[in-house]
RNA sequence: CGAGGUGUGGCGCAGUUGGUAGCGCACUAGUUUUGGGAACUAGAUGCCGCAGGUUCGAGCCCUGUCACCUCGACCA
Protein backbone atom coordinates (compact mmCIF):
# COMPACT_ATOMS: atom_id res chain seq x y z
CA UNK A 1 0.00 0.00 0.00
CA UNK A 2 2.77 2.02 0.83
CA UNK A 3 4.36 2.35 -2.90
CA UNK A 4 0.95 3.50 -3.89
CA UNK A 5 2.20 6.74 -2.56
CA UNK A 6 5.38 7.08 -4.23
CA UNK A 7 5.82 8.35 -7.53
CA UNK A 8 8.49 8.73 -9.90
CA UNK A 9 11.08 8.07 -7.38
CA UNK A 10 11.50 7.78 -3.54
CA UNK A 11 15.19 8.96 -1.93
CA UNK A 12 15.25 8.38 2.05
CA UNK A 13 16.98 11.05 4.05
CA UNK A 14 20.40 10.84 4.67
CA UNK A 15 21.40 10.57 8.17
CA UNK A 16 23.22 14.27 8.68
CA UNK A 17 23.16 15.56 11.84
CA UNK A 18 20.58 17.85 12.12
CA UNK A 19 20.99 21.39 13.96
CA UNK A 20 20.45 20.37 17.90
CA UNK A 21 17.80 23.13 18.84
CA UNK A 22 15.76 21.37 21.94
CA UNK A 23 16.93 19.00 24.84
CA UNK A 24 16.57 15.25 23.13
CA UNK A 25 13.91 13.10 24.66
CA UNK A 26 16.60 10.49 25.72
CA UNK A 27 18.58 13.06 27.76
CA UNK A 28 15.50 14.37 29.50
CA UNK A 29 11.97 13.65 28.35
CA UNK A 30 10.74 16.27 30.52
CA UNK A 31 12.58 19.26 29.31
CA UNK A 32 12.27 17.66 25.80
CA UNK A 33 8.76 18.49 25.97
CA UNK A 34 8.83 21.87 27.58
CA UNK A 35 11.04 22.49 25.10
CA UNK A 36 9.14 21.40 22.07
CA UNK A 37 5.96 23.33 23.75
CA UNK A 38 7.98 26.25 23.69
CA UNK A 39 9.78 26.50 20.60
CA UNK A 40 6.91 24.85 18.08
CA UNK A 41 5.04 28.44 19.72
CA UNK A 42 2.37 26.10 21.42
CA UNK A 43 2.47 27.65 24.37
CA UNK A 44 4.43 30.64 26.13
CA UNK A 45 3.97 30.86 30.52
CA UNK A 46 2.12 33.30 31.71
CA UNK A 47 2.53 35.65 34.94
CA UNK A 48 -0.07 33.22 36.75
CA UNK A 49 1.52 29.57 37.99
CA UNK A 50 -0.03 26.88 36.01
CA UNK A 51 -1.92 29.26 33.88
CA UNK A 52 -0.38 28.91 30.35
CA UNK A 53 -1.19 31.43 27.25
CA UNK A 54 -2.09 29.28 24.50
CA UNK A 55 -0.43 30.85 21.40
CA UNK A 56 -2.04 31.06 17.97
CA UNK A 57 -0.23 27.65 16.44
CA UNK A 58 -1.26 25.77 19.32
CA UNK A 59 -4.98 27.23 19.61
CA UNK A 60 -5.47 26.22 16.29
CA UNK A 61 -4.49 22.80 16.88
CA UNK A 62 -7.09 22.85 19.72
CA UNK A 63 -9.54 24.71 17.28
CA UNK A 64 -9.34 21.50 14.79
CA UNK A 65 -9.58 18.98 17.19
CA UNK A 66 -12.96 21.21 18.73
CA UNK A 67 -14.22 21.19 15.36
CA UNK A 68 -14.02 17.44 14.37
CA UNK A 69 -15.29 16.44 17.80
CA UNK A 70 -18.14 18.50 18.44
CA UNK A 71 -19.36 16.86 14.84
CA UNK A 72 -19.19 13.61 16.36
CA UNK A 73 -21.18 14.74 19.25
CA UNK A 74 -23.86 16.45 16.96
CA UNK A 75 -24.18 13.14 14.70
CA UNK A 76 -25.10 11.40 17.91
CA UNK A 77 -27.48 13.96 19.05
CA UNK A 78 -25.98 16.25 21.11
CA UNK A 79 -26.63 20.17 21.72
CA UNK A 80 -24.16 22.76 22.87
CA UNK A 81 -25.10 25.19 26.25
CA UNK A 82 -22.97 27.72 28.27
CA UNK A 83 -22.98 27.45 31.83
CA UNK A 84 -21.74 30.13 34.46
CA UNK A 85 -18.48 29.47 35.63
CA UNK A 86 -19.03 30.67 38.92
CA UNK A 87 -20.97 27.97 41.59
CA UNK A 88 -22.41 29.11 45.00
CA UNK A 89 -20.62 26.46 47.53
CA UNK A 90 -24.04 25.56 48.71
CA UNK A 91 -24.43 24.18 45.82
CA UNK A 92 -21.16 22.63 45.08
CA UNK A 93 -22.11 20.81 48.28
CA UNK A 94 -24.91 18.78 47.65
CA UNK A 95 -23.13 15.93 46.37
CA UNK A 96 -21.19 14.36 49.38
CA UNK A 97 -18.21 12.37 47.07
CA UNK A 98 -18.24 14.92 44.75
CA UNK A 99 -17.30 17.54 46.91
CA UNK A 100 -14.78 16.01 48.74
CA UNK A 101 -13.29 14.97 45.36
CA UNK A 102 -12.96 18.76 44.28
CA UNK A 103 -12.80 20.86 47.34
CA UNK A 104 -9.05 20.79 47.68
CA UNK A 105 -8.59 21.69 44.78
CA UNK A 106 -10.77 24.62 43.84
CA UNK A 107 -10.58 28.59 43.66
CA UNK A 108 -12.58 31.00 45.29
CA UNK A 109 -14.01 34.21 44.74
CA UNK A 110 -14.69 35.97 47.84
CA UNK A 111 -15.38 39.39 46.53
CA UNK A 112 -17.18 41.47 44.35
CA UNK A 113 -14.92 44.81 43.99
CA UNK A 114 -14.33 45.21 47.72
CA UNK A 115 -17.44 43.98 48.98
CA UNK A 116 -17.08 40.46 50.65
CA UNK A 117 -19.69 38.04 49.21
CA UNK A 118 -22.89 36.35 50.98
CA UNK A 119 -21.29 33.28 49.99
CA UNK A 120 -18.33 32.58 48.48
CA UNK A 121 -18.44 30.95 45.00
CA UNK A 122 -16.18 28.48 43.23
CA UNK A 123 -15.06 29.32 39.83
CA UNK A 124 -15.96 25.27 38.23
CA UNK A 125 -13.62 22.85 38.45
CA UNK A 126 -16.37 20.66 36.38
CA UNK A 127 -19.94 21.46 36.31
CA UNK A 128 -21.92 18.44 37.15
CA UNK A 129 -23.65 20.62 39.82
CA UNK A 130 -25.02 23.58 37.53
CA UNK A 131 -26.23 21.03 34.77
CA UNK A 132 -28.10 19.33 37.91
CA UNK A 133 -29.28 22.56 39.47
CA UNK A 134 -30.77 23.19 35.85
CA UNK A 135 -31.79 19.91 34.90
CA UNK A 136 -33.95 19.86 38.44
CA UNK A 137 -36.07 23.04 36.60
CA UNK A 138 -36.37 21.75 33.16
CA UNK A 139 -37.08 17.99 33.67
CA UNK A 140 -40.42 17.32 34.59
CA UNK A 141 -42.19 14.69 32.27
CA UNK A 142 -40.65 11.53 30.61
CA UNK A 143 -40.99 13.71 27.56
CA UNK A 144 -38.66 15.76 28.33
CA UNK A 145 -35.99 13.33 28.31
CA UNK A 146 -33.22 12.39 27.14
CA UNK A 147 -31.10 15.52 28.09
CA UNK A 148 -27.59 15.55 25.43
CA UNK A 149 -25.81 18.41 26.54
CA UNK A 150 -22.10 19.31 25.98
CA UNK A 151 -20.28 22.43 27.08
CA UNK A 152 -16.98 23.47 25.41
CA UNK A 153 -15.53 26.23 27.92
CA UNK A 154 -12.29 26.18 30.30
CA UNK A 155 -12.23 24.91 34.30
CA UNK A 156 -9.98 25.99 36.95
CA UNK A 157 -8.57 23.31 39.40
CA UNK A 158 -5.71 24.32 41.92
CA UNK A 159 -2.70 22.14 40.87
CA UNK A 160 0.02 21.80 43.10
CA UNK A 161 2.75 21.12 40.34
CA UNK A 162 1.65 22.42 36.49
CA UNK A 163 2.40 21.46 33.21
CA UNK A 164 1.97 22.60 29.96
CA UNK A 165 -1.21 21.22 28.72
CA UNK A 166 -0.77 17.46 30.96
CA UNK A 167 -1.71 19.43 33.84
CA UNK A 168 -2.59 23.10 34.07
CA UNK A 169 -4.44 24.92 36.83
CA UNK A 170 -7.14 26.49 34.32
CA UNK A 171 -7.48 24.32 31.16
CA UNK A 172 -9.57 23.86 28.42
CA UNK A 173 -12.57 21.14 27.42
CA UNK A 174 -15.34 20.16 26.65
CA UNK A 175 -18.18 18.33 29.12
CA UNK A 176 -20.95 16.40 28.16
CA UNK A 177 -23.82 15.89 30.21
CA UNK A 178 -26.35 14.06 29.60
CA UNK A 179 -29.64 12.59 31.26
CA UNK A 180 -32.08 9.41 31.24
CA UNK A 181 -34.84 7.79 31.89
CA UNK A 182 -33.56 4.66 32.46
CA UNK A 183 -30.43 2.97 33.76
CA UNK A 184 -29.77 0.78 30.39
CA UNK A 185 -29.98 4.13 28.04
CA UNK A 186 -27.33 6.19 30.44
CA UNK A 187 -25.24 3.19 30.37
CA UNK A 188 -25.32 3.03 26.49
CA UNK A 189 -24.79 6.58 26.48
CA UNK A 190 -21.36 6.32 28.49
CA UNK A 191 -20.09 3.60 26.38
CA UNK A 192 -21.13 5.00 23.06
CA UNK A 193 -19.56 8.94 24.16
CA UNK A 194 -16.38 6.30 25.31
CA UNK A 195 -16.40 4.75 21.80
CA UNK A 196 -16.29 8.45 20.73
CA UNK A 197 -13.44 9.40 22.03
CA UNK A 198 -11.84 6.16 21.23
CA UNK A 199 -12.52 6.68 17.69
CA UNK A 200 -11.15 10.67 17.82
CA UNK A 201 -8.12 9.13 19.67
CA UNK A 202 -7.29 6.65 16.61
CA UNK A 203 -8.76 8.23 13.64
CA UNK A 204 -7.80 11.89 14.25
CA UNK A 205 -4.91 12.10 16.71
CA UNK A 206 -3.47 8.46 15.03
CA UNK A 207 -3.25 7.49 18.73
CA UNK A 208 -4.07 4.05 20.04
CA UNK A 209 -5.74 4.28 22.95
CA UNK A 210 -6.89 1.10 25.75
CA UNK A 211 -10.52 1.27 26.18
CA UNK A 212 -11.23 0.23 29.69
CA UNK A 213 -13.10 0.74 33.20
CA UNK A 214 -11.49 2.43 36.23
CA UNK A 215 -11.33 0.69 39.37
CA UNK A 216 -13.32 2.25 42.23
CA UNK A 217 -10.36 3.78 43.81
CA UNK A 218 -9.37 5.60 40.31
CA UNK A 219 -13.17 6.71 39.73
CA UNK A 220 -14.70 9.85 39.34
CA UNK A 221 -16.05 11.83 42.48
CA UNK A 222 -19.54 10.85 42.48
CA UNK A 223 -19.84 8.25 39.76
CA UNK A 224 -21.05 4.30 39.88
CA UNK A 225 -18.56 3.57 37.35
CA UNK A 226 -15.83 5.72 35.50
CA UNK A 227 -14.36 4.56 31.79
CA UNK A 228 -11.26 6.17 30.45
CA UNK A 229 -8.90 5.71 27.03
CA UNK A 230 -5.56 5.37 27.96
CA UNK A 231 -2.48 5.93 25.59
CA UNK A 232 1.05 5.28 26.02
CA UNK A 233 3.60 8.52 25.77
CA UNK A 234 7.14 7.67 24.62
CA UNK A 235 8.66 7.87 27.77
CA UNK A 236 6.42 4.65 28.52
CA UNK A 237 4.30 6.41 31.31
CA UNK A 238 0.57 6.57 30.60
CA UNK A 239 -1.95 9.49 29.92
CA UNK A 240 -5.15 9.19 30.32
CA UNK A 241 -7.04 11.07 27.66
CA UNK A 242 -10.53 11.10 27.73
CA UNK A 243 -12.89 9.60 30.40
CA UNK A 244 -16.92 9.10 30.40
CA UNK A 245 -18.33 8.40 33.72
CA UNK A 246 -22.28 6.88 34.61
CA UNK A 247 -23.29 7.96 37.59
CA UNK A 248 -26.59 5.96 37.85
CA UNK A 249 -29.07 8.14 40.04
CA UNK A 250 -27.21 9.24 43.11
CA UNK A 251 -26.32 12.90 41.38
CA UNK A 252 -30.43 13.26 40.67
CA UNK A 253 -31.02 11.89 43.90
CA UNK A 254 -28.58 14.65 46.21
CA UNK A 255 -30.23 17.60 43.83
CA UNK A 256 -33.68 15.91 43.69
CA UNK A 257 -34.43 15.86 39.98
CA UNK A 258 -37.46 13.76 39.54
CA UNK A 259 -39.76 13.27 36.26
CA UNK A 260 -43.10 11.52 36.07
CA UNK A 261 -43.19 8.42 34.18
CA UNK A 262 -45.51 6.84 31.61
CA UNK A 263 -47.63 5.41 34.65
CA UNK A 264 -47.89 8.46 36.02
CA UNK A 265 -44.99 7.57 38.77
CA UNK A 266 -42.23 10.01 39.55
CA UNK A 267 -38.90 8.52 39.22
CA UNK A 268 -35.11 9.78 39.49
CA UNK A 269 -33.51 9.89 36.09
CA UNK A 270 -30.21 8.66 35.48
CA UNK A 271 -27.19 10.69 34.42
CA UNK A 272 -23.86 10.45 32.64
CA UNK A 273 -20.69 12.90 31.83
CA UNK A 274 -18.00 12.71 29.48
CA UNK A 275 -14.64 14.43 28.80
CA UNK A 276 -11.75 15.19 27.50
CA UNK A 277 -9.24 18.32 27.51
CA UNK A 278 -6.19 20.21 25.79
CA UNK A 279 -4.76 17.63 27.53
CA UNK A 280 -5.24 15.69 23.99
CA UNK A 281 -2.38 18.43 22.51
CA UNK A 282 0.18 17.02 25.12
CA UNK A 283 -0.69 13.53 24.00
CA UNK A 284 -0.31 14.41 20.71
CA UNK A 285 3.21 15.88 21.31
CA UNK A 286 4.55 12.77 23.45
CA UNK A 287 2.52 10.62 21.07
CA UNK A 288 4.59 11.61 17.59
CA UNK A 289 7.07 13.95 18.50
CA UNK A 290 11.01 13.39 17.87
CA UNK A 291 13.96 15.04 18.49
CA UNK A 292 13.61 17.44 15.88
CA UNK A 293 10.36 18.78 17.35
CA UNK A 294 6.59 18.52 17.24
CA UNK A 295 4.81 15.98 14.52
CA UNK A 296 1.81 16.35 14.16
CA UNK A 297 -1.19 13.89 12.71
CA UNK A 298 -3.00 16.04 9.25
CA UNK A 299 -6.17 15.21 10.72
CA UNK A 300 -5.67 17.87 13.02
CA UNK A 301 -2.31 20.02 11.71
CA UNK A 302 -3.50 23.70 11.13
CA UNK A 303 -0.58 23.40 8.15
CA UNK A 304 -0.82 20.31 6.66
CA UNK A 305 1.42 21.28 3.45
CA UNK A 306 3.46 23.95 3.11
CA UNK A 307 6.02 25.34 0.73
CA UNK A 308 9.64 26.27 0.62
CA UNK A 309 10.64 27.80 -2.32
CA UNK A 310 14.73 27.52 -3.17
CA UNK A 311 16.37 30.56 -4.51
CA UNK A 312 13.72 33.06 -4.40
CA UNK A 313 15.83 35.63 -5.98
CA UNK A 314 15.46 33.64 -8.92
CA UNK A 315 13.80 34.39 -11.77
CA UNK A 316 9.86 32.79 -11.62
CA UNK A 317 10.54 30.81 -9.21
CA UNK A 318 8.34 32.94 -6.19
CA UNK A 319 5.48 33.16 -9.12
CA UNK A 320 5.30 29.18 -9.28
CA UNK A 321 5.62 28.56 -6.00
CA UNK A 322 2.89 30.93 -5.17
CA UNK A 323 0.75 29.13 -8.20
CA UNK A 324 1.83 25.61 -6.45
CA UNK A 325 0.85 26.86 -3.14
CA UNK A 326 -2.61 28.34 -4.28
CA UNK A 327 -3.27 24.72 -5.85
CA UNK A 328 -2.68 23.13 -3.23
CA UNK A 329 -4.59 25.10 -0.41
CA UNK A 330 -7.39 23.98 -2.80
CA UNK A 331 -6.90 20.49 -1.20
CA UNK A 332 -5.86 20.92 1.98
CA UNK A 333 -4.46 23.19 4.88
CA UNK A 334 -1.34 24.65 3.08
CA UNK A 335 0.61 27.50 3.71
CA UNK A 336 3.82 29.53 1.74
CA UNK A 337 6.91 30.81 3.40
CA UNK A 338 8.33 33.24 0.92
CA UNK A 339 10.18 35.37 3.70
CA UNK A 340 13.93 36.30 3.47
CA UNK A 341 15.21 33.20 6.06
CA UNK A 342 17.34 30.91 4.32
CA UNK A 343 15.76 27.37 2.90
CA UNK A 344 17.40 25.33 5.63
CA UNK A 345 16.09 27.41 8.59
CA UNK A 346 13.00 26.82 6.88
CA UNK A 347 13.29 22.86 7.28
CA UNK A 348 14.30 23.52 10.17
CA UNK A 349 11.13 25.48 11.31
CA UNK A 350 8.36 23.84 9.64
CA UNK A 351 10.07 20.08 11.24
CA UNK A 352 9.87 21.86 14.85
CA UNK A 353 5.85 22.90 14.18
CA UNK A 354 5.35 19.31 12.99
CA UNK A 355 4.19 20.02 9.64
CA UNK A 356 3.19 17.00 8.09
CA UNK A 357 4.58 17.39 4.75
CA UNK A 358 6.83 20.22 3.28
CA UNK A 359 6.74 20.70 -0.71
CA UNK A 360 10.51 22.31 -1.72
CA UNK A 361 10.36 23.69 -5.26
CA UNK A 362 13.67 25.09 -6.66
CA UNK A 363 14.98 26.41 -10.50
CA UNK A 364 15.63 22.79 -10.91
CA UNK A 365 12.47 21.18 -9.94
CA UNK A 366 10.53 23.70 -12.31
CA UNK A 367 12.56 23.12 -15.38
CA UNK A 368 11.85 19.34 -14.72
CA UNK A 369 8.20 20.43 -13.86
CA UNK A 370 7.87 18.48 -10.60
CA UNK A 371 8.65 19.52 -6.50
CA UNK A 372 9.67 17.28 -3.66
CA UNK A 373 7.37 16.37 -1.14
CA UNK A 374 9.25 15.48 2.34
CA UNK A 375 7.35 13.78 4.58
CA UNK A 376 8.00 14.92 8.66
CA UNK A 377 7.30 11.21 10.65
CA UNK A 378 9.92 9.46 8.36
CA UNK A 379 11.54 11.79 6.65
CA UNK A 380 10.94 10.13 2.92
CA UNK A 381 11.37 12.40 0.31
CA UNK A 382 9.07 12.10 -2.99
CA UNK A 383 9.75 13.62 -6.41
CA UNK A 384 5.87 14.38 -7.41
CA UNK A 385 4.92 15.84 -10.73
CA UNK A 386 3.22 19.54 -10.90
CA UNK A 387 0.63 17.47 -13.09
CA UNK A 388 -0.68 15.20 -10.24
CA UNK A 389 -0.62 17.88 -7.12
CA UNK A 390 -3.75 17.60 -6.37
CA UNK A 391 -3.92 13.66 -6.16
CA UNK A 392 -0.54 12.86 -4.82
CA UNK A 393 -0.59 15.09 -2.00
CA UNK A 394 -3.64 14.34 -0.33
CA UNK A 395 -2.45 10.67 -0.53
CA UNK A 396 0.83 11.26 0.76
CA UNK A 397 -1.14 12.74 3.53
CA UNK A 398 -3.26 9.69 3.96
CA UNK A 399 0.14 7.87 4.18
CA UNK A 400 1.40 9.71 7.46
CA UNK A 401 -1.63 9.65 9.03
CA UNK A 402 -1.95 6.23 8.64
CA UNK A 403 2.30 5.74 9.47
CA UNK A 404 1.57 7.64 12.61
CA UNK A 405 -1.16 5.79 13.62
CA UNK A 406 0.88 2.10 13.23
CA UNK A 407 4.45 3.52 14.51
CA UNK A 408 2.48 3.98 17.60
CA UNK A 409 0.78 1.05 17.93
CA UNK A 410 3.63 -0.98 17.42
CA UNK A 411 5.55 1.02 19.96
CA UNK A 412 2.91 0.50 22.53
CA UNK A 413 2.73 -3.36 21.93
CA UNK A 414 6.54 -3.54 22.33
CA UNK A 415 6.26 -1.60 25.77
CA UNK A 416 3.43 -3.61 27.02
CA UNK A 417 4.23 -6.31 29.38
CA UNK A 418 2.93 -9.20 31.14
CA UNK A 419 3.14 -9.81 34.85
CA UNK A 420 2.51 -13.19 36.57
CA UNK A 421 3.95 -12.37 39.95
CA UNK A 422 4.93 -9.87 42.35
CA UNK A 423 8.37 -10.07 41.53
CA UNK A 424 7.68 -10.13 37.67
CA UNK A 425 5.52 -6.64 38.48
CA UNK A 426 8.47 -5.19 40.79
CA UNK A 427 11.09 -5.96 38.15
CA UNK A 428 9.20 -4.96 35.05
CA UNK A 429 7.97 -1.50 36.66
CA UNK A 430 11.71 -0.53 37.49
CA UNK A 431 13.32 -1.40 33.99
CA UNK A 432 10.73 -1.51 31.77
CA UNK A 433 8.76 1.86 30.74
CA UNK A 434 5.23 0.83 29.92
CA UNK A 435 2.29 -0.95 30.19
CA UNK A 436 1.84 -3.80 32.70
CA UNK A 437 -0.97 -6.93 31.96
CA UNK A 438 -1.78 -8.39 35.23
CA UNK A 439 -4.28 -10.06 37.00
CA UNK A 440 -6.24 -8.48 39.75
CA UNK A 441 -8.44 -9.80 43.03
CA UNK A 442 -9.96 -6.33 42.99
CA UNK A 443 -9.19 -5.77 46.36
CA UNK A 444 -8.16 -1.96 47.34
CA UNK A 445 -5.58 -3.04 49.46
CA UNK A 446 -3.38 -4.85 46.80
CA UNK A 447 -4.40 -1.87 44.33
CA UNK A 448 -2.17 0.58 47.29
CA UNK A 449 0.21 -2.15 47.24
CA UNK A 450 1.09 -2.44 43.75
CA UNK A 451 1.62 1.52 43.97
CA UNK A 452 3.97 1.21 47.07
CA UNK A 453 6.23 -2.09 46.07
CA UNK A 454 6.62 -1.28 42.14
CA UNK A 455 5.64 2.51 41.65
CA UNK A 456 2.26 1.72 39.59
CA UNK A 457 -1.13 2.31 39.56
CA UNK A 458 -4.70 0.72 37.94
CA UNK A 459 -4.87 2.26 34.64
CA UNK A 460 -8.44 0.20 33.81
CA UNK A 461 -9.88 -2.81 33.07
CA UNK A 462 -9.82 -3.08 29.20
CA UNK A 463 -13.02 -3.82 28.02
CA UNK A 464 -11.68 -5.60 24.88
CA UNK A 465 -8.82 -8.51 24.90
CA UNK A 466 -9.81 -9.35 28.67
CA UNK A 467 -7.48 -12.92 28.86
CA UNK A 468 -6.59 -14.69 31.52
CA UNK A 469 -2.90 -14.15 32.47
CA UNK A 470 -3.55 -16.15 35.44
CA UNK A 471 -5.51 -17.74 37.76
CA UNK A 472 -4.85 -15.50 40.94
CA UNK A 473 -3.84 -12.05 41.68
CA UNK A 474 -0.30 -10.79 41.13
CA UNK A 475 -0.24 -9.39 44.11
CA UNK A 476 -2.00 -11.61 47.07
CA UNK A 477 -2.46 -14.62 45.37
CA UNK A 478 -6.11 -15.28 45.85
CA UNK A 479 -8.21 -15.81 43.34
CA UNK A 480 -7.92 -13.29 40.07
CA UNK A 481 -11.09 -11.46 39.16
CA UNK A 482 -9.63 -9.06 36.27
CA UNK A 483 -6.69 -8.54 33.55
CA UNK A 484 -5.86 -4.98 34.24
CA UNK A 485 -3.30 -2.50 32.72
CA UNK A 486 -1.10 -1.08 35.11
CA UNK A 487 1.61 1.57 34.77
CA UNK A 488 3.09 4.73 36.04
CA UNK A 489 1.08 7.75 34.85
CA UNK A 490 0.84 11.53 34.59
C1' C B 1 2.67 20.21 50.68
C1' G B 2 7.93 17.58 51.49
C1' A B 3 13.26 17.20 49.24
C1' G B 4 16.70 19.39 45.83
C1' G B 5 18.01 23.11 42.09
C1' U B 6 17.78 27.89 39.36
C1' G B 7 16.66 33.37 39.02
C1' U B 8 21.82 38.62 35.16
C1' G B 9 19.27 42.31 27.77
C1' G B 10 13.68 38.73 24.28
C1' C B 11 16.21 33.50 24.88
C1' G B 12 20.63 30.57 26.62
C1' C B 13 24.55 31.64 29.76
C1' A B 14 29.59 33.89 31.95
C1' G B 15 30.68 37.23 35.77
C1' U B 16 37.45 35.80 39.90
C1' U B 17 39.27 37.73 46.80
C1' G B 18 32.92 43.05 46.85
C1' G B 19 35.57 48.07 42.73
C1' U B 20 32.80 51.25 35.40
C1' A B 21 27.88 44.44 33.61
C1' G B 22 29.83 40.80 29.39
C1' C B 23 29.35 36.66 25.54
C1' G B 24 26.36 33.62 22.00
C1' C B 25 21.61 33.46 19.67
C1' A B 26 17.51 36.49 18.40
C1' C B 27 16.40 41.84 16.86
C1' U B 28 17.38 46.56 13.25
C1' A B 29 19.97 48.51 8.60
C1' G B 30 23.03 47.38 4.36
C1' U B 31 25.81 44.01 0.99
C1' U B 32 26.69 39.14 -0.72
C1' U B 33 23.95 34.50 -0.31
C1' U B 34 19.80 30.56 -0.94
C1' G B 35 18.32 22.12 -2.06
C1' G B 36 19.47 21.27 6.03
C1' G B 37 18.88 26.57 11.22
C1' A B 38 24.16 31.53 5.70
C1' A B 39 28.49 35.30 5.89
C1' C B 40 30.38 40.14 6.64
C1' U B 41 29.79 45.29 8.33
C1' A B 42 27.28 48.72 11.40
C1' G B 43 23.63 49.36 15.30
C1' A B 44 19.91 49.00 19.37
C1' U B 45 18.70 46.38 23.81
C1' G B 46 19.93 45.83 31.52
C1' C B 47 15.55 48.08 38.35
C1' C B 48 21.44 41.46 37.91
C1' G B 49 13.53 38.19 40.48
C1' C B 50 11.65 41.44 44.63
C1' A B 51 12.29 43.75 49.74
C1' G B 52 15.39 44.80 53.61
C1' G B 53 20.45 44.73 55.76
C1' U B 54 26.15 44.91 56.04
C1' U B 55 29.75 48.26 53.40
C1' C B 56 32.94 54.28 51.22
C1' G B 57 31.07 50.81 47.47
C1' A B 58 26.81 44.75 46.44
C1' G B 59 25.22 40.87 40.47
C1' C B 60 28.70 38.85 44.25
C1' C B 61 28.11 38.82 51.54
C1' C B 62 23.57 38.33 55.26
C1' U B 63 18.04 37.95 56.21
C1' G B 64 13.37 37.50 54.23
C1' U B 65 10.20 36.78 50.18
C1' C B 66 8.33 35.45 45.28
C1' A B 67 8.61 32.73 40.82
C1' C B 68 10.17 28.75 37.86
C1' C B 69 12.36 23.68 37.09
C1' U B 70 13.24 18.39 38.75
C1' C B 71 11.70 14.34 42.04
C1' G B 72 7.77 12.64 45.47
C1' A B 73 2.24 12.96 47.51
C1' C B 74 -2.71 14.88 44.67
C1' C B 75 -5.10 15.26 39.88
C1' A B 76 -7.90 15.42 33.27
Given at each position: MKGRYVCLHTVTMAKEKLVKAITSMEEDFAKWYTDVCIKAELIDYSSVKGCMIIRPYGYAIWENIQKSMDALFKEKGHENVYMPMFIPESLLQKEKDHVEGFAPEVAWVTHGGEEPLEERLC?????ETLFCDHFKNIV??????PKLYNQWCSVVRWEKTTRPF???REFLWQEGHTLHATREEAEAETIQQLNVYAKFAEEYLAMPVIKGVKTAKE?????EDTYTIEALMHDGKALQSGTSHFFGDGFARAFDITFTDKNNQPQYPFQTSWGTTTRLIGAVIMTHGDDSGLVLP???????AVVVPI??????VLEKANEVYARLNAVCRAKI?????SPGWKFAEYEMKGVPLRIELGPKDIENGVCVAVRRDNGEKTVVSLDELETKIPELLKAVQDGLYNKALARREEMTYDAHNLEEMVDIAENKPGFIRAMWCGDRECEDRLKEVAGVTSRCIP??????????????????KNMLYWGKAY
Open positions: VRPTSHSYRDLLRSRFAGAPMIAPIQATHKEGDDSEQLESQETLRETCVCCGKPA
